[in-house]
């Protein structure tokens, strides 16, 4: 995005890639001629960033621009519900594992539903843990676990 917020486009055989950031010359090495960024305004006041990238040889054409342009509003709900699932799945991976996290996307979450599984509990108390982990480095405390 530029500094005002507006729509980025870089025509990527006119560039040199040494002027931009490192992805322009990524985008240059897969043989992508044109470049367009742009905004899409999400529920709540939240933007998310478009991009489109061009193989064909003379770029996208004002016409093609038109047309991303005026797709803004018609695909920014469907896009804030991919992002809003993927944050859901990685919420819910991170803090009740991918295995439970699944069962909760799917809606097995009622009271009593369960399954039984195979494991095994561990629980060992390491004498003074509490004061090493106020007094060491993370890296001296997880030496000492060694």
């Known amino acids: 995005m530029n500094l005002h917020g507006g729509p980025v486009r870089i025509h990527l055989a006119r560039v040199n ?14 043989g992508l001629t044109d470049y367009y960024c742009t905004r899409i305004r999400f529920s709540g006041g939240r933007w998310c960033v478009m991009t489109i990238a061009t193989d064909q040889p003379d770029g996208f054409d004002d016409d093609e621009i038109a047309c991303f342009e005026g797709l803004l509003d018609h695909v920014g709900g469907v896009l804030e519900l991919h992002v809003t699932k993927r ?60």
Do not use: C, K, N
Request: aromatic share 6%.
């Open 17 to 30: 890639p040494a002027d931009h950031h490192p992805l322009v010359g990524e985008l240059i090495g897969m």
């Open 87 to 146: 944050i859901e799945h990685s919420l819910l991976d991170t803090y009740l594992g991918e295995r439970t996290g699944a069962r909760v996307m799917h809606g097995h979450i009622r009271r009593g539903d369960g399954e039984t599984i195979r494991a095994a509990l561990w629980f060992s108390d390491v004498r003074d843990f509490t004061v090493m982990t106020e007094t060491l480095s993370v890296e001296q405390l997880l030496d000492s676990l060694t």
